[in-house]
């Protein structure tokens, strides 16, 4: 990979599905000094936190500081209600933003679990993504803790996995800035299970800890070949 041409678009419904799904992995490319932006349509507050004084917005911009992420957009769709707007509606900022940032590598929210707006953002993703942009080379989906494995079938069969042994750490620091959002074990997003997840990806292939994606599309171009 040269890492001077890659710019990474992270896409995701709520907040923290985007640490969730590929914290580890995005706090290596910027390790790295790839640039990362991250996108994530809903408020996740009115349907579960009203007059709670909960800030999702202010806890993302600190869970995207830990990862070295600064570059990071709340669109601010109603939380849970994708479903009450046409998919042209969605689609439209999704690629404002793709046109204006030009990624290489997209990561987002696989569209088969029990969520909804999981499942209308993918929809959407694939529109935003078409191949007529040509410098997009590869799209991944990711996992979402408590979501993904609780929907039936399970359907999330990974064909990618990213090596996070390296900052596992700093994306449970990152998703501890969540706190409305953490759980206490066994619940799948307590701290101690999400630890416990990464180890489980890591150990399918003989690695300490990973983050286990679902390859849409890898694109070879100007005759370039796998390697």
């Not at 080379?137 to 039936?152: I, Q």
């Not at 800890?209 to 100007?222: G, I, S």
């Amino acid at each position: 990979m040269n890492s001077l041409n890659e710019k990474i678009l992270v896409i995701a419904a709520h907040p923290d599905d985007e640490i969730l799904g590929c914290g580890g992995t995005v706090a290596l490319y910027r390790k790295m000094g790839i640039p990362v932006t991250s996108v994530i349509f809903c408020e996740g507050e009115s349907l579960r936190y009203a007059n709670q004084n909960i800030n999702m917005t202010l806890c993302s911009q600190n869970a995207a500081k830990k990862l070295g992420v600064t570059d990071i957009r709340n669109l601010n769709f109603p939380d849970q209600r994708l479903d009450q707007f046409n998919l042209i509606e969605i689609v439209r900022p999704l690629e404002e933003i793709i046109k204006e940032i030009r990624p290489t590598i997209i990561y987002c929210q696989y569209g088969g679990d029990i969520n909804y707006d999981h499942e209308i953002l993918f929809k959407a993703t694939l529109v935003a993504v078409r191949p007529v942009e040509k410098y997009i080379k590869s799209v991944f989906t990711f996992d979402t803790a408590s979501s993904t494995e609780w929907a039936y079938p399970r359907t999330f069969i990974p064909d990618t996995w990213v090596d996070i042994t390296s900052t596992l750490e700093i994306k449970l620091q990152a998703i501890a800035c969540y706190i409305s959002e953490i759980r206490d074990y066994p619940h799948p997003r307590s701290l101690e299970a999400l630890k416990n997840r990464a180890y489980s990806w890591g150990n399918q292939m003989c690695l300490p800890a990973a983050e286990a994606f679902m390859t849409v599309r890898f694109v070879y171009r100007n005759g370039s070949v796998p390697l």
